[in-house]
């Protein structure tokens, strides 16, 4: 609805860039209710950036390479997350710098959300729907 109203190029930076900050802060919180809040948050987001982006792809890519170019970012989504659980899990409960593992791992994912969000800024051009 609200990349209906405004432009999709900011919405999906806006997005990114509040899953990185929510991501971050998870890292840092010990308690159960700022969890939820913050779980809460980056969901919004998380959920945000899925159909956004899907949607500037869809106008971006050729009808000729619509399918594979859906495909692809298919498979990269699901490398990243195979990838990610592998390493999340073995580094989990080791600790880097006085920093739990898992936690590292949140702020890890955090930063490289804010530097996509930043990426999309700068080299993302908002396509006319």
Same mark, same amino acid.
């Given at each position: 609805f609200l990349s209906d109203k405004y432009? %999709?190029?900011?919405? $999906?930076?806006?997005?990114? +860039? $509040?899953? #990185? @900050? +929510?991501t971050i802060f998870l890292a840092n919180i010990n308690d159960f209710p700022h969890i939820l809040i913050f779980r809460a948050i980056n969901g919004l987001a998380l &959920? =945000? @950036?899925?159909? @956004? =982006?899907?949607?500037?792809?869809?106008d971006a890519a050729k009808n000729e390479s619509l399918g594979l170019s859906f495909g692809l970012v298919q498979l990269s989504s699901s490398t990243g997350r195979l990838i990610g659980g592998v390493v999340t899990t073995t580094v989990a409960l080791?600790?880097?710098g #006085? @920093? %739990? &593992?898992w936690r590292l791992c949140f702020i890890v994912v955090g930063i490289l959300s804010i530097l996509l969000s930043i990426t999309v800024a700068l080299f993302v051009d908002d396509a006319p729907r």
């Open positions: 432009s %999709r190029k900011w919405m $999906l930076v806006f997005g990114t +860039a $509040l899953w #990185g @900050i +929510a &959920g =945000s @950036i899925g159909p @956004i =982006s899907q949607s500037i792809l869809a080791k600790y880097f #006085g @920093i %739990r &593992g």
